[in-house]
Nanobody, 118 residues
Framework: QELLVESGGGLVQPGGSLRLSCAASGFIINWYAMGWYRQAPGKERELVAVISSGGDTVYGDSVKGRFTVSRENAKNTVYLQMNSLKPEDTAVYYC????????????WGQGTQVTVSS
């Protein structure tokens, strides 16, 4: 069974940092683009960052310069380093995997809550 499990969320003060992890099991992430999305209450899910199987990255406009996505294929894990956090970054963060050539192979994690508040 293909699973994505996020961890590292929590409560942090504005200006602080968090590092999210997404561990995959049941498949190998090498052939997948790995993404982070978030959804705040009452809002649609939005792209945070994506890293391709080749290491190319794309970021949402609201997080550029503050967040960094990376992958460690040997550990079947992807990360999201979040710096200079703002209250508007508060959301549930979801990990996503999309196969590079087989679009029907797409998986989502269960999400991890990030709350930025003083």
């Amino acid at each position: 069974q293909e699973l994505l499990v996020e961890s590292g969320g929590g409560l942090v003060q504005p200006g602080g940092s968090l590092r999210l992890s997404c561990a995959a099991s049941g498949f190998i992430i090498n052939w997948y683009a790995m993404g982070w999305y978030r959804q705040a209450p009452g809002k649609e899910r939005e792209l945070v960052a994506v890293i391709s199987s080749g290491g190319d990255t794309v970021y949402g406009d609201s997080v550029k310069g503050r967040f960094t996505v990376s992958r460690e294929n040997a550990k079947n894990t992807v990360y999201l380093q979040m710096n200079s956090l703002k209250p508007e970054d508060t959301a549930v963060y979801y990990c996503n995997a999309l196969h590079r050539t087989l679009p029907q192979r797409v998986y989502w994690g269960q999400g991890t809550q990030v709350t930025v508040s003083s």
